[in-house]
């Protein structure tokens, strides 16, 4: 391993060999592999299904405990903290336990932090009937969501309209949680429909990676490539506190307010997603440089 002690970098990989990486995170294994850091592989889709956690090197007799960061699909917090308790075995600990990865993988549990700079929210976990009433005393427009994510590319609205009667949105959101399926987590999340400065029909979005409380990457996360990160976004001191130690935050303009801006989602930072590989080296060299500093 290097002497600035790097994370582990833990990858998933294909079906059927546990010595090859899942080819939608090769590039990245190799951008890791440039910059020194250790490279580890899991048979994900079988421990997704309830398997032991097998990795590609066996078993570590080491007694130093090594931290490391998955670089992966989501998973549930469930298969999350499977992982992180059998990693625990090997002498590995990811970054984040499995409470710092619910605090932003479950937007619910970082909501009442962000309540200044992002849309009003209400949720209810699941088995909880929604109180349509209590909605509309502060929503005329709902984004619908699970705890993670929201439907796209479904026959589903963009928003549902508040004064629709209860048994109407019933109807949409147990559609919603069909077309989510076993994907479905948490609850139902009903954010404030909020209109977005658009430019040729693209949104303003950016998305930043926070490693131990600092943001050590920030990009464009939509089709307008040519946007500038505005530098305050960068510092805001709002996401410096979601209780967990690798995560992302995902900003948008709002509409007729160039200057207004808004958090539209967080996430764990194992499980984000990179939109090219130029993002995942300046990711890599982020995360390099933020253990170079220790």
């Given at each position: 391993?290097?002497?600035?002690?790097?994370?582990?970098?833990?990858?998933?990989?294909?079906?059927?060999?546990?010595?090859?990486?899942?080819?939608?995170?090769?590039?990245?294994?190799?951008?890791?592999?440039?910059?020194?850091?250790?490279?580890?592989?899991?048979?994900?889709?079988?421990?997704?299904?309830?398997?032991?956690?097998?990795?590609?090197?066996?078993?570590n007799n080491d007694t130093k405990e090594y931290i490391a960061i998955y670089r992966g699909w989501m998973l549930t917090l469930e298969q999350y903290t499977r992982l992180y308790n059998e990693l625990l075995t090997y002498n590995i600990k990811?970054?984040?336990?499995?409470?710092?990865?619910?605090?932003?993988?479950?937007?619910?549990?970082?909501?009442?932090?962000?309540?200044?700079?992002?849309?009003?929210?209400?949720?209810?976990?699941?088995?909880?009937?929604?109180?349509?009433?209590?909605?509309?005393?502060?929503?005329?427009?709902?984004?619908?969501?699970?705890?993670?994510?929201?439907?796209?590319?479904?026959?589903?609205?963009?928003?549902?309209?508040?004064?629709?009667?209860?048994?109407?949105?019933?109807?949409?959101?147990?559609?919603?949680?069909?077309?989510?399926?076993?994907?479905?987590?948490?609850?139902?999340?009903?954010?404030?429909?909020?209109?977005?400065?658009?430019?040729?029909?693209?949104?303003?979005?950016?998305?930043?990676?926070?490693?131990?409380?600092?943001?050590?990457?920030?990009?464009?996360?939509?089709?307008?490539?040519?946007?500038?990160?505005?530098?305050?976004?960068?510092?805001?001191?709002?996401?410096?506190?979601?209780?967990?130690?690798?995560?992302?935050?995902?900003?948008?303009?709002?509409?007729?307010?160039?200057?207004?801006?808004?958090?539209?989602?967080?996430?764990?930072?194992?499980?984000?997603?990179?939109?090219?590989?130029?993002?995942?080296?300046?990711?890599?060299?982020?995360?390099?440089?933020?253990?170079?500093?220790?």
């Amino acid at each position: 391993m290097s002497s600035i002690n790097l994370p582990i970098i833990i990858y998933p990989c294909t079906y059927d060999n546990i010595n090859k990486i899942d080819q939608d995170y090769k590039f990245e294994q190799d951008i890791a592999k440039e910059l020194g850091f250790l490279i580890y592989l899991f048979n994900y889709d079988n421990f997704v299904l309830g398997d032991k956690l097998k990795l590609n090197f066996g078993i570590n007799n080491d007694t130093k405990e090594y931290i490391a960061i998955y670089r992966g699909w989501m998973l549930t917090l469930e298969q999350y903290t499977r992982l992180y308790n059998e990693l625990l075995t090997y002498n590995i600990k990811l970054i984040n336990t499995p409470t710092e990865y619910r605090n932003t993988h479950y937007y619910p549990y970082s909501a009442n932090i962000l309540t200044s700079v992002a849309p009003n929210t209400i949720w209810f976990p699941k088995g909880k009937k929604i109180d349509w009433n209590l909605v509309r005393k502060t929503m005329n427009k709902v984004v619908v969501k699970d705890y993670v994510k929201s439907v796209k590319g479904f026959d589903f609205p963009e928003y549902l309209e508040t004064d629709m009667t209860d048994d109407e949105l019933n109807t949409y959101i147990d559609k919603f949680i069909q077309l989510r399926g076993d994907l479905y987590q948490g609850g139902i999340v009903l954010k404030e429909y909020v209109e977005l400065d658009k430019k040729d029909n693209k949104t303003h979005e950016f998305r930043g990676f926070y490693i131990n409380g600092k943001c050590e990457l920030m990009y464009a996360n939509s089709d307008n490539k040519e946007d500038i990160v505005p530098q305050f976004i960068s510092n805001n001191i709002y996401t410096k506190s979601l209780g967990s130690n690798f995560y992302t935050v995902d900003f948008a303009r709002v509409e007729k307010e160039c200057n207004s801006y808004f958090v539209v989602e967080c996430g764990d930072g194992q499980v984000s997603g990179l939109p090219s590989e130029k993002e995942a080296r300046d990711l890599y060299n982020a995360i390099y440089k933020a253990y170079q500093r220790g």
